[in-house]
């Protein structure tokens, strides 16, 4: 209760306004913050301590204070076959109609997508392999219960809720949609897709994006830090190096939730069904850019390969060999660490 009152206090903050807020310069979003940085070409932000600050000291501690492990299903929970439903084959329905006021509505709807060739191997569309994957549901009902820890939820962690003010203090707002008993990767995938969906626009390669898609989908547990990836060509891309910087500070973020004494081995599937949840159901938004249609699209198609292959289905060997690929990559983390 303690820690839900001062979560409060910051909304109040930002409602009635602080001595910080009131003084130039403006208090800006992370999301603000992440634009800046590629607008301006310019390493300006220390992203880290942000992020720190946010997720390991502010949102910890009130999403732990109904802590609690028990046993779900998590397919049901989070509803991925209706959101696969709502997000993509309802809106591939509605594709053509929309595409004539809105060409990101309809993008990869219509038409078969390169990046359904790049995860599947074989040539086809969108709402067609979602088709598929809705068809395997009574499949997914059994196979994916787990045990997984519960708590506070914001349930609405996004990069405009995440306030960094002129005095470089962190507060989080927006705490009118507060849930209790929520599986505590709720907020921190939301918060991931829409770093990864919504704010990046055209700064980033898309090679880059698809690689750390792949990766995040193969995570095979809740211990292991994000692998550093990508080589020389990577590197050399100051833009995705900063993405990767926050995607392994996030991931570590990820892994303080979930882990603790009374929680048994895992698997890497509660973050890979709850990070799938939200790609899909970011497709469903009303206004997506191209960028984030197509980048939600390729973690939406990857998010269910990984869904499926854990539910016993056959991926088909390209899928099956980016996994495998993928896993091994994962693995060789575990020795560094």
């Known amino acids: 209760m303690c820690c839900h009152a001062a979560m409060q206090i910051d ?36 992203v880290v301590p942000i992020v720190n600050e946010a997720l390991t000291r502010r949102m910890l501690a009130f999403t ?14 989070y509803k991925i076959v209706r959101f696969v439903g709502h997000g993509i ?18 993008i990869g709807f219509l038409t078969p997508p390169d990046i359904v060739i790049e ?10 392999f979602f088709q ?5 549901e009574q499949r997914f009902n059994t196979k994916f ?14 990069g405009g809720n995440l306030l960094l003010d002129s005095q470089g203090l962190v507060w989080l707002i927006d705490f009118a949609t507060v849930k209790d ?13 829409s770093c990864l969906f919504l704010y990046l626009e055209d700064h980033v390669n898309e090679s880059h994006i698809q690689t750390f898609a792949k990766l995040l989908f193969a995570t095979p547990d809740a211990t292991t830090a994000l692998p550093l990836i990508g080589g020389e060509q990577l590197k050399s891309d100051p833009t995705a190096t900063f993405v990767l910087e926050l995607l392994t500070r996030i991931r570590h973020c990820i892994c303080i939730y979930e882990i603790g004494d009374d929680v048994p081995d ?43 292959w854990e539910a016993g289905v056959d991926v088909g060997p390209t899928a099956l060999e980016w996994i495998e690929q993928c896993r091994t990559v994962w693995e060789g983390q575990k020795g560094a660490d």
Not at 12 to 36: D, H, Y
Not at 132 to 136: A, D
Not at 181 to 193: E, I, P, Q, T, W
Request: glycine content about 8%; aromatic content about 10%; proline content about 3%.
């Open 11 to 46: 909304l109040c903050g930002g409602i009635f306004g602080l001595p910080e807020f009131a003084s130039a310069p403006p208090v800006l979003t992370f999301a603000s913050v992440i634009q800046g940085e590629f607008t301006s070409g310019k390493r300006q932000t220390d």
């Open 64 to 77: 732990m204070s109904t802590r609690s492990v028990r046993k779900e299903n998590q397919a049901k929970m």
């Open 89 to 106: 084959l309802n809106r591939a329905v509605e594709g053509a109609k929309r595409s004539k006021h809105n060409a990101a509505l309809g």
């Open 119 to 128: 995860l599947c191997g074989k040539r086809s569309t969108i709402k067609r």
């Open 132 to 136: 598929e994957f809705t068809e395997q």
């Open 145 to 158: 219960d787990r045990q997984i820890v519960f708590g506070l939820a914001h349930n609405d962690l996004h």
């Open 181 to 193: 008993n929520v599986h505590v990767l709720m907020d921190l995938s939301k918060f991931l897709a």
């Open 266 to 308: 895992n698997d890497g599937v509660p973050f890979a069904l709850a990070f799938f949840s939200w790609s899909a159901r970011m497709l469903s938004y009303s206004e997506p850019s191209i960028h984030q249609k197509t980048r939600a699209s390729f973690f939406a198609l990857a998010g269910a390969q990984r869904v499926m």
